[in-house]
């Protein structure tokens, strides 16, 4: 429930997909993107 509520507030949503293998294959891209800018920076 935790990382759907993140997902939620991050993508700005409303609804997500019902499965939760979707919803955790979308905060696994979101940290890999969070991730990708920082070691842009280092």
């Known amino acids: 429930m935790q990382v759907q509520r993140m997902v939620k507030m991050i993508l700005n949503t409303e609804k997500l997909p019902k ?3 979707i919803t955790d294959s979308m905060a696994i891209a979101i940290c890999h993107a969070h ?3 920082f070691a842009e920076k280092l």
Request: aromatic residues 0%; negative net charge; proline residues 0%.
């Open 35 to 37: 991730s990708a800018k």
């Open 19 to 21: 499965l939760d293998d």
